[in-house]
């Protein structure tokens, strides 16, 4: 739960109100660098936002005695689309695959069926998320993008190649992954079509300053998303070295994050999947 908390609050929502949400709503007063980087501030807005929200539903459960599956798997370390379906939203990408592609035909023997299924059932999960244009293109980027990554590994199948495990050949994958992410958030982020128009051309308009990003909105975004890259043995550690404190020291460290979030807690910003 104090982890959800200062992902929420430390995080998700000091970059939606000091980064994210000025860039999207007055486009055109920010660089192409202020709209890259705030787009990237979006990418780990809503995941923080969004598994923030999941870490504290978890935790609650279990002090409730259930445990509930996890729901986010450092997704911006995919190394594909597909790997990324399997670490974001996990829960939501299982009830698609098991309710709406395999009732619409799922993997049938022609691969034309295969990546038609693929796109209709994202275009499907976009529509979910609301009745606009700007969800429809989502989920229709992520589903073209998805059928041309089957269509690859059916390839690479067919004539029996291994998957490349070169450092610089997985980073390179990982760099494609997350900034093809990236741009898909642009329009699951604006308001409207002309919003997430807006923000691209800003984004090609080939502008480099800088004036406008705040060096504490800076240290926010980098230490976010080096914590995303944390290792996840010494995050193990983290846990164990927690459930080692004798329970006052435990108790005054959670009062301590406490009061510190509530003194960063700014403007109250909704969770974003409560709009959902």
């Given amino acids: 739960i104090m982890l959800g908390l200062i992902k929420k609050i430390a995080i998700a929502d000091y970059l939606a109100s000091n980064l994210v949400g000025r860039v999207f709503d007055q486009p055109q007063l920010y660089s192409s660098v202020e709209t890259l980087v705030g787009i990237y501030g979006y990418a780990l807005q809503i995941y923080c936002d969004f598994s923030g929200y999941s870490d ?3 935790g609650s459960a279990l002090l409730l005695g259930f445990k509930l599956p996890i729901n986010f798997n450092s997704p911006y370390r995919a190394v594909s689309l597909v790997d990324f379906w399997k670490r974001w939203h996990i ?3 299982n009830w698609l695959t098991d309710y709406v592609y395999f009732s619409i035909g799922g993997l049938r ?5 295969l990546y038609r299924n693929v796109m209709l059932t994202m275009l499907i999960g976009g529509l979910w998320h609301g009745a606009a244009w700007t969800f429809v293109i989502w989920g229709g980027m992520h589903g073209f993008g998805l059928a041309v990554n089957r269509w690859w590994e059916n390839r690479r199948r067919r004539e029996k190649r291994k998957p490349r495990q070169e450092w610089w050949i997985r980073a390179l994958c990982v760099f494609a992954t997350f900034n093809f992410v990236c741009l898909t ?14 923000v691209l051309a800003r984004l090609g308009a080939m502008q480099f300053a800088i004036g406008n990003l705040a060096t504490p909105v800076l240290i926010v975004l980098v230490l976010g998303y080096l914590s995303h890259w944390f290792p996840k043995d010494a995050l193990e550690k983290v846990h164990t070295g927690w459930a080692w404190l004798p329970s006052p020291v435990q108790a005054a460290l959670i009062v301590t994050v406490a009061v510190g979030l509530y003194r960063l807690a700014g403007a109250e910003v909704q969770f974003i999947y409560g709009n959902f």
């Fill in 56 to 58: 504290i539903a978890i």
């Fill in 91 to 93: 829960t939501l990408s």
């Fill in 109 to 113: 023997k022609r691969p034309f069926n």
């Fill in 185 to 198: 958030w642009v329009f699951f982020r604006a308001g409207n079509l002309q919003q997430a128009v807006d």
